[in-house]
T-cell receptor
Framework: EAGVTQSPRYAVLQEGQAVSFWCDPI?????LYWYQQPRDQGPQLLVY????????NSQLPSDRFSAVRPKGTNSTLKIQSAKQGDTATYLC??????????????FGKGTRLTVV | GQGVEQPDNLMSVEGTFARVNCTYS??????LSWYQQREGHAPVFLSY????GLKDSGHFSTFLSRSNGYSYLLLTELQIKDSASYLC???????????????FGTGTLLSVKP
């Protein structure tokens, strides 16, 4: 079974540039998450979807960040005008809807973003 | 408010054990997960607990006390390759829809020495 796939693996931008990250979750997983992980910190949730619907985007900086999952499968996270503070690893994860025992969340390898 | 706290660093010796602590504060606790993360890699799921007590999974065991908002991950018979960051993550049913959202701690970097 293929895991969560993300691309690109690395990105280096100047401030003000835009970038998009792409995620292909595990087949059949209805829930998809985007996390931001600054160096030496734990992952912090930005947004998550159930199928194509946004369930929670309260931590997504809406002025510069956007995320879509139009067909309930793949997802794209976009930063419109990057800032140095956006330097972090962006992790995509997927899971099945919480059905009690089945609570495992699977992570992709992440995209390491550096904004200079 | 909500929060998940872990010590930053932990050091232990090969062949012995290490206990990684986690304390949390949440209004609608719906389970706690432990992940292992190596430098430059994605977190890997280790364990999920929702009931009080000790859950023995061999090399890894996890303990939960809901009344104290406390959990630990116990690694026994340590190997050098167990050196990694260990992340504690709590689910809160009152935060983000169905409670399937994970709130992570900052992680504890475990260093296993020969």
């Amino acid at each position: 079974e293929a895991g969560v796939t993300q691309s690109p693996r690395y990105a280096v931008l100047q401030e003000g540039q835009a970038v998009s990250f792409w995620c292909d979750p595990i087949s059949g997983h209805d829930t998809l998450y985007w996390y931001q992980q600054p160096r030496d910190q734990g992952p912090q949730l930005l947004v998550y979807f159930r199928d194509e619907a946004v369930i929670d985007n309260s931590q997504l900086p809406s002025d510069r960040f956007s995320a879509v999952r139009p067909k309930g499968t793949n997802s794209t996270l976009k930063i419109q005008s990057a800032k140095q503070g956006d330097t972090a690893t962006y992790l995509c994860a997927s899971s099945l809807r919480d059905r009690g025992a089945n609570t495992e969340v699977f992570f992709g390898k992440g995209t390491r973003l550096t904004v200079v | 408010g909500q929060g998940v706290e872990q010590p930053d660093n932990l050091m232990s010796v090969e062949g012995t054990f290490a206990r990684v602590n986690c304390t949390y504060s949440t209004s609608g606790f719906n389970g706690l997960s432990w992940y292992q993360q190596r430098e430059g890699h994605a977190p890997v799921f280790l364990s999920y607990v929702v009931l009080d007590g000790l859950k023995d999974s061999g090399h890894f065991s996890t303990f939960l006390s809901r009344s104290n908002g406390y959990s630990y991950l116990l690694l026994t018979e340590l190997q050098i390759k167990d050196s990694a960051s260990y992340l504690c993550a709590v689910r809160d049913r009152n935060y983000g829809g169905s409670g399937n959202k994970l709130i992570f701690g900052t992680g504890t970097l475990l260093s296993v020495k020969p």
